[in-house]
Structure formats: C-alpha cells, structure tokens
C-alpha cells in the first residue's frame, strides 16, 4: 500500500520558518510529480507548489512564490517544502501529494494524498 506521511507542522510567529517533509513508502514514486497544497478553515483546499520527477522542474502559486521552495530526495524518497517569512494566511493544513501526470496543479489529478500536518502562525 502507497502512504505518503507528512511532519514538520507546528506552530511559528509571523517571520518565522518551517520546513514540511513528505516521506514515501510502499512504492516507488519515481516518475511521479509531487505536489504540497494547503487548506486553510472554511475554505478549499489550494495548490500550494510542485515539482517534476526529475526536480528540475516546480511551479508555485502565487501567494508562495519567493518565501516557499519545494525539493525532492528521489533516493529517499522524500519531498520537502522550505516555507520562509510565514504569515498568518499561511495557516492550514498542508498535504503532500503525488501524480503521474506531468505539471499539473489539478488536485482531481493527484492520486496519493498525505494525512495532512498542521501549521499555525499567529503572533
């Protein structure tokens, strides 16, 4: 069975940084574009950045792009996301994900999905 597990969640002040991991297990996820997205309370979830199999190609949503970067550890079979200058709209749940298809920011398009961390940021 596929899992992806997310960590590195918690709480931070307005400025401050986290860095997400999402670690694969039960299968391989070579070949596959892994994604975070977010969702925030009373609202849907987003897109948050991606990045291709070979990471040498991301893409980020507006509201993250210069303060998030997105990397992978193929080897390990790990993503990351290095969130910097949080604010208080960054608070939500974010989820690690994964699909086959190439550059898509479709969530109907990811077929793995984390349980999600949660991050908080309030002063």
């Known amino acids: 069975q596929a899992l992806l597990v997310e960590s590195g969640g918690g709480q931070v002040q307005p400025g401050d940084s986290l860095r997400l991991s999402c670690a694969a297990s039960?299968?391989?996820?070579?070949?596959?574009?892994m994604a975070w997205f977010r969702q925030a309370p009373g609202k849907e979830r987003e897109f948050v950045a991606s990045?291709?199999?070979?990471?040498?190609?991301?893409f980020y949503a507006n509201s993250t792009k210069g303060r998030f970067t997105i990397t992978r550890d193929s080897a390990q079979k790990s993503v990351y996301l290095q969130m910097d200058s949080l604010q208080p709209e960054d608070t939500a749940v974010y989820y690690c994900?994964?699909?086959?298809?190439?550059?898509?920011?479709?969530?109907?398009?990811?077929?793995?999905w984390g349980q999600g961390t949660q991050v908080s940021v309030s002063s």
């Open positions: 994900a994964a699909t086959f298809i190439k550059e898509t920011i479709n969530q109907r398009h990811y077929t793995y």
């Open positions: 039960g299968r391989t996820f070579n070949g596959y574009t």
């Open positions: 990045i291709s199999w070979s990471g040498a190609s991301t």
